[in-house]
C-alpha cells in the first residue's frame, strides 16, 4: 500500500558529503513525522534526524552542525544533507514515515528497504 524508497548513498572520501532521498508512494493522505535512522554492523539501529510535518526538527548531538534534514510535503520526500561525513557514520540509512493512508483513520509507521553510506578515511 505505501513504499517508501531511499536513494543517495554510496561510498565517499572523509569529509565528503552526500544527500540522501526517501520518496513515499501509494495510497499516502498525509505523512507526519518523517525520520532518518542508521544501523552500523554490530550496532543497535539509531535515530539520526527527524522532521515533523510542520517542519521543526531534531537531531542525534552526534550529527548535529553537519546534517541537515529537509522534506517536500507536496512530493512527499525527505531528505538528509550529510556534510563533513567521518568513517563513523558509515552504515545502512533507513528512513521512517507515520502515514495516513487513503480512508484510514489513524497513521502507522512505514520503514525503507535502507541505503549503505560508506565514508573512507
Known amino acids: 500500500q505505501v513504499q517508501l524508497v531511499e536513494s543517495g548513498g554510496g561510498l565517499v572520501q572523509a569529509g565528503g558529503s552526500l544527500r540522501l532521498s526517501c520518496k513515499a508512494s501509494g495510497f499516502v493522505f498525509s505523512i507526519n513525522d518523517m525520520g532518518w535512522y542508521r544501523q552500523a554492523p554490530g550496532k543497535q539501529r539509531e535515530l539520526v534526524a527527524v522532521?515533523?510535518?510542520?517542519?521543526?526538527?531534531n537531531y542525534a548531538d552526534s550529527v548535529k552542525g553537519r546534517f541537515t534534514i529537509s522534506r517536500d510535503n507536496a512530493k512527499s520526500t525527505v531528505y538528509l544533507q550529510m556534510n563533513s561525513l567521518r568513517p563513523e557514520d558509515t552504515a545502512v540509512y533507513y528512513c521512517k514515515g507515520g502515514v495516513r493512508l487513503v480512508g484510514a483513520w489513524d497513521e502507522s509507521e512505514y520503514w525503507g528497504q535502507g541505503t549503505q553510506v560508506t565514508v573512507s578515511s
Open positions: 522532521i515533523s510535518s510542520g517542519g521543526s526538527t
